[in-house]
């Protein structure tokens, strides 16, 4: 198993509420779909920084070995 993190930057104008359960939300949709590659559900971390641009939020994805890069380019 390996894990690929996906980080969304967000604008901080934003409701981050919103925000957290709509990456969520396409979070699974696309694990949903992609059971040949994506291991269990992707698990969204939340906030991760906050950059001069908008807050980082970060999910991950549990993969199976060697097709974690794929998964993030999805």
């Given amino acids: ?3 690929e993190t ?3 930057t967000v604008d901080y104008t934003e409701d981050l509420e919103r925000v957290l ?3 969520a939300a396409v ?3 696309f694990a949903d779909g992609a059971a040949d590659t994506v291991v269990g559900p992707p698990e969204v971390l939340g906030v991760d920084e ?3 641009t908008g807050a980082r939020v970060r999910v991950t994805v549990k993969t199976r070995p060697g097709v974690q890069a794929g ?3 999805e």
């Fill in 1 to 3: 198993r390996a894990d």
């Fill in 6 to 8: 996906v980080d969304v």
């Fill in 21 to 23: 359960e709509a990456v």
């Fill in 27 to 29: 979070a699974t949709s």
């Fill in 50 to 52: 906050l950059g001069p």
């Fill in 71 to 73: 998964v993030a380019r």
